[in-house]
């Protein structure tokens, strides 16, 4: 493709994205009313695909002049991030497959713009902020975390005391964990593994390792797929919610054995490593949808292995002598590194948490820390998507709230 077909691609892509995120639409209005964001850099580093696209014309809509690197490099869409650097004020320095050198140093060119604030995916640009751009920490009012992961090393930073700005924990919000990691990781790692694949699902034996968030909406979607599921956790009581939910539970060791296909998504890492591998049936087929690729232990599995062959666009079969594995999209994140990543109605709330929060940032002075979104800005974003979707609920009657209350509206 040409440059002008790519812009034109991703313009397309950004268009039909904007169409079905209403809730960010609603912020995007006010936005450009009441500017609140002008004088105001934000740097970001996020998958740069066409929801995010839409989070960045919302924060420049509001005045902010706005930088973006990719936060993996392989969830890059060219044409996006091209299209995306065509606008006013924004920025984009993120680039496809880019090797680790590239990716940090574009992380480097968001941070050289000075951000006032910023918006993390994985904690990258926080992190690079604290170890080797300390200076700019004066500068900045706080920042945003989009996932699990990064919320974990930054509450990590904070015991330490070695936090040096207010964040907020995005990740956490009920409009975003409950849909997002659950819903929305449910249907995008299974369109990313089976727009890869081209197989079956119906009749595997499928092996989710964890059962939070995101491994609950993947086993879900499994069993609807008609696969037997298999749950692999480590906290007793998820291990129970799996099992009461229909799994069978069981550790890794076994569940190594009778699994057709993996998918991790724990946030944690050596999920799966050479013990597994060696007692995996021939052709197994393994994916990853937690955040960094350290669940699946690549390094061990390239160590093992007689030789290495890509098989289908984005899947590497690994010999290992007497049996064949096969990796998806390297053991990154599938649903972005082999797909579109979330569908657009669910990173729609995700998003129009993102950008309410970066005002909350720019109109309050944060102190350092971890900090909770404000419920008030949950409960806009859950009825404006009740709203777009056309369903009213019901609402206390006063009598109803002081029973529910008090202890002296009778019984
Ligand atoms: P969570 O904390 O709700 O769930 C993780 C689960 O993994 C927990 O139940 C934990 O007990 C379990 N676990 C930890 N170590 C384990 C081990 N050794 N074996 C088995 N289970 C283990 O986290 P959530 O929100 O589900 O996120 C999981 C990962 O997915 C994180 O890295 C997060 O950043 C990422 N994520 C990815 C998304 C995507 O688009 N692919 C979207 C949202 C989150």
Not at 59 to 74: F, H, R
Not at 95 to 103: A, P
Not at 376 to 392: N, P, Q, R, T, W
Request: aromatic share 6%.
């Amino acid at each position: 493709m040409t440059e002008k077909e790519l812009i034109e691609s991703g313009n397309m892509k950004m268009e039909w994205a904007r169409n079905h995120m209403p809730v960010l639409a609603i912020v995007r209005e006010k936005f450009e009313e009441e500017k609140p964001l002008k004088g105001l850099k934000v740097g970001m580093a996020l998958h740069v695909e066409a929801k995010t696209a839409v989070l960045v014309e919302t924060l420049a809509a509001g005045g902010a002049k706005v930088s973006i690197a990719g936060c993996n490099p392989l969830s890059t869409q060219d044409d996006v991030a091209m299209a995306l650097d065509t606008r006013e004020n924004i920025h984009c320095f993120a680039k496809y497959g880019i090797g680790s050198k590239e990716y940090y140093e574009a992380i480097d060119r968001v941070l050289d713009l000075k951000p006032d604030i910023t918006i993390d995916d994985g904690a990258d640009l926080i992190f690079k902020l604290h170890k080797e751009r300390t200076d700019l920490l004066p500068n900045i009012l706080g920042g945003c975390e989009e996932t699990t992961t990064g919320i974990h090393r930054l509450h990590a930073m904070e015991k330490e005391g070695a936090l040096k700005m207010p964040v907020i924990a995005v990740n956490d919000a009920k409009t975003k964990y409950l849909f997002d990691n659950r819903y929305g990781t449910g249907q995008s790692a299974w369109d990313g593994i089976n727009r890869t694949t081209n197989l079956l699902v119906a009749g595997k034996n499928v092996v989710v390792a964890g059962y939070g968030w995101c491994g609950r909406g993947v086993a879900m979607r499994a069993e609807g797929l008609g696969a037997s599921v298999i749950v692999t956790e480590i906290d007793p009581i998820r291990a129970l919610e799996a099992r009461m939910d229909g799994y069978r539970v069981m550790k890794m060791e076994e569940a190594a054995k009778l699994g057709d296909l993996f998918v991790t998504t724990t946030g944690n890492r050596d999920i799966l490593t050479a013990e597994h591998f060696q007692v995996m049936q021939d052709g197994a087929i393994l994916a990853n949808s937690g955040h960094f690729n350290v669940e699946i232990d690549m390094d061990a599995l390239a160590s093992l292995s007689k030789s290495v062959k890509t098989v289908r666009n984005n899947i590497k079969e690994y010999d290992i002598g007497n049996r064949r594995i096969n990796v998806i999209a390297e053991g990154r994140l599938v649903n972005l590194a082999a797909g579109d990543g979330h569908p657009a109605e669910v990173m729609d709330m995700s998003f129009a948490n993102q950008a309410l929060c970066v005002r909350h940032i720019a109109e309050n002075k944060l102190l350092n820390g971890v900090h909770k979104v404000p419920e008030e800005l949950d409960m806009f974003v859950a009825k404006m998507k009740l709203k777009s979707m056309g369903i009213s609920i019901d609402e206390l009657t006063s009598t109803q709230e002081c029973y529910m209350s008090g202890w002296e509206c009778g019984t």
